[in-house]
């Protein structure tokens, strides 16, 4: 259920599709292991499964929250 790093860049075409489907597999990827493990920085694992071009957007992000609304 890993999830493949995010890699594309808003405004082009099918960046919609490939971030609905890729939320969702990271939120099931979170999911299974955050009963597993009790203390889960969910932002730093958020940033090592995006590029570094993606990370860009959400370099200034304190929490995971903040960082899925940008990359929403």
């Known amino acids: 259920m890993r999830p493949e790093r995010f890699?594309?860049?808003?405004?082009?075409?099918g960046a919609d599709k490939a971030w609905t489907h890729w939320k969702r597999t990271f939120n099931?990827?979170?999911?299974s292991i955050d009963t597993t493990v009790q203390t889960v920085?969910?932002?730093?694992?958020l940033v090592n499964y995006?590029?570094?071009?993606v990370f860009d957007y959400i370099s200034e992000?304190?929490?995971?929250?903040?960082?899925?609304?940008?990359?929403?």
């Open 50 to 53: 995006v590029s570094h071009d």
């Open 7 to 13: 890699d594309a860049v808003p405004n082009t075409s």
């Open 61 to 72: 992000c304190n929490d995971i929250e903040s960082a899925m609304v940008v990359l929403e």
């Open 28 to 31: 099931g990827f979170i999911t």
């Open 41 to 45: 920085n969910k932002l730093d694992i």
